[in-house]
């Protein structure tokens, strides 16, 4: 959630919870993922329709919140999990319009020297990945709009996986990468 929410309010969200998160969808896997599916983008298509730049992220920091409280909620929750969800984007959305401020004094670009420098390292990083993880996250970010969609659910078919095991795959793989481009960028760049 580049800018919009802090490092303190994210958490990592395991296997086991997401698992947890999916049975509490649907006791069938492949139902619970379409649900999962079906719920995000209708989370991107809320925050996109109340004229939120950063739809994806704020669907994505609604799931973790979910994620983050399913073991509480699973088991004496009574209704439509969606609701829960629409709930949990309603206060986020709260949190952006509080914070949206901020968000349109956005800094000057960087420096053609310093966007060089960024590039590099991410190069750099990227050839630190075994070849497997370096090409899922170079194919899951192929394509815009539609055509993406439509290759990532290609590329989960092609791999024998899940939509939502692709995106937790390279959301792991991202996290990765930031935080060695942070650490380049923090060793090679100039006082």
Same mark, same amino acid.
């Given at each position: 959630?580049?800018?919009?929410?802090?490092?303190?309010?994210?958490?990592?969200i395991d296997?086991e919870?997401?698992d947890? =998160? +999916?049975?509490?969808l649907? @006791?069938d896997r492949?139902?619970?993922?379409c649900k999962?599916?079906?719920?995000?983008? #209708?989370?991107?298509?809320?925050?996109?329709?109340?004229?939120?730049?950063?739809?994806?992220?704020?669907?994505?920091?609604?799931?973790d919140?979910?994620?983050?409280?399913?073991?509480?909620?699973?088991?004496?929750?009574?209704?439509d999990?969606?609701?829960?969800f629409?709930?949990?984007?309603?206060?986020?959305?709260l949190?952006?319009?509080?914070?949206?401020?901020? =968000? +349109?004094?956005?800094?000057p @670009?960087d420096p053609?020297?310093?966007?060089?420098?960024?590039?590099?390292?991410?190069? #750099?990083?990227?050839?630190?990945?075994?070849s497997?993880?370096?090409n899922?996250?170079s194919?899951?970010?192929e394509?815009?709009k539609?055509?993406?969609?439509n290759?990532?659910?290609?590329?989960?078919?092609?791999?024998?996986?899940?939509v939502t095991?692709?995106?937790m795959?390279?959301?792991?793989i991202?996290?990765i990468?930031?935080?060695c481009?942070?650490g380049? =960028?923090?060793?090679?760049?100039?006082?």
């Amino acid at each position: 959630m580049r800018g919009v929410f802090s490092k303190e309010e994210k958490s990592f969200i395991d296997q086991e919870i997401f698992d947890r =998160l +999916l049975a509490w969808l649907n @006791p069938d896997r492949n139902l619970a993922a379409c649900k999962y599916e079906e719920i995000r983008t #209708r989370l991107i298509n809320i925050f996109a329709h109340r004229g939120c730049f950063v739809a994806e992220e704020l669907a994505d920091e609604t799931i973790d919140r979910v994620c983050r409280k399913v073991r509480e909620i699973d088991e004496n929750y009574v209704g439509d999990p969606a609701l829960y969800f629409y709930g949990v984007a309603r206060n986020i959305f709260l949190e952006y319009v509080k914070k949206k401020p901020d =968000l +349109l004094h956005l800094p000057p @670009p960087d420096p053609p020297e310093e966007k060089e420098l960024k590039h590099n390292c991410l190069e #750099r990083c990227l050839s630190n990945l075994d070849s497997e993880s370096h090409n899922l996250i170079s194919q899951y970010f192929e394509g815009e709009k539609k055509s993406k969609i439509n290759h990532r659910k290609k590329l989960a078919e092609e791999l024998g996986i899940a939509v939502t095991t692709l995106r937790m795959r390279a959301h792991r793989i991202k996290t990765i990468l930031q935080e060695c481009v942070t650490g380049c =960028l923090k060793h090679d760049k100039p006082n």
